[in-house]
């Protein structure tokens, strides 16, 4: 069993170079069949382009209102049969127009223990908050800003001798490890939304 996915990204892709990974060793039976890019500059664009991923990039200025630009990247991911939207580092608020269609069928990586520090910056919110265990949630997408049904978490100790950085290389670790795995579960079908819960069975 496969899946054709797009992953949307706006910065680094390390996240979505950890889902190429994963998918060349033989651990993720998908096919990453594109990518969404809203910043024509972005490091992300240039992994795509070496894996041999197509790109699909907009400028988000270039249009009247975020619906008529997630109107043009619908079309897009209907044209490539697209069965699952991985959100990895997309820095932008989605709307009912790319919600709607893909309800259950798209993920958000989010690097805190979610309803924890949603939003921007969750890692520098969590540092600043003091706490002394943090982590990575991998949710379904829903309207909101991080809300979704929880699919897993990962948590982490903060250390003593931490820095922003140090957590955040460890953060970014559990990341690259926590989202293909999520992925190889909805492939293999094991994912079942119930209202506001994720069952994962074994
Ligand atoms: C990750 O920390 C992800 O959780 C957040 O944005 C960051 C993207 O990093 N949503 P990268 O582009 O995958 O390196």
């Known amino acids: 069993m496969t899946m054709r996915i797009a992953v949307f990204a706006s910065g680094t892709g390390s996240n979505f170079q950890a889902i190429i990974d994963a998918e060349r060793a033989g651990t993720l039976p998908v096919n990453i069949a594109l990518l969404v890019c809203d910043k024509p500059q972005a490091p992300v664009i240039g992994k795509a382009e070496q894996a041999g991923i197509p790109v699909y990039v907009f400028e988000p200025k270039q249009y009247a209102s975020r619906e008529e630009y997630e109107q043009d990247i619908v079309r897009k991911l209907q044209q ?57 949630t991998v949710h379904f997408v829903d309207g909101g800003m991080d809300t979704g049904p929880i699919i897993a978490q990962q948590s982490l100790a903060v250390h003593e001798d931490d820095t922003i950085d140090s957590l955040t290389a460890r953060i970014h670790e559990v990341e690259h490890q926590l989202l ?13 939304l119930d209202g506001r819960r994720v069952v994962i069975l074994q």
Do not use: C
Not at 85 to 96: K, Q
Not at 101 to 120: D, E, K, T
Not at 180 to 192: H, M, N, R, S, Y
């Open 180 to 192: 293909p795995q999520v992925i190889a579960a909805i492939v293999a079908g094991k994912v079942k």
């Open 80 to 136: 490539m049969d697209i069965e699952l939207i991985v959100l990895a580092g997309y820095m932008r608020l989605l709307t009912a127009t790319l919600v709607e269609p893909y309800a259950g069928r798209m993920i958000n990586v989010h690097p805190s223990l979610l309803p924890s520090f949603p939003g921007m910056r969750a890692i520098e919110q969590a540092w600043q908050a003091g706490v002394k265990v943090t982590g990575v």
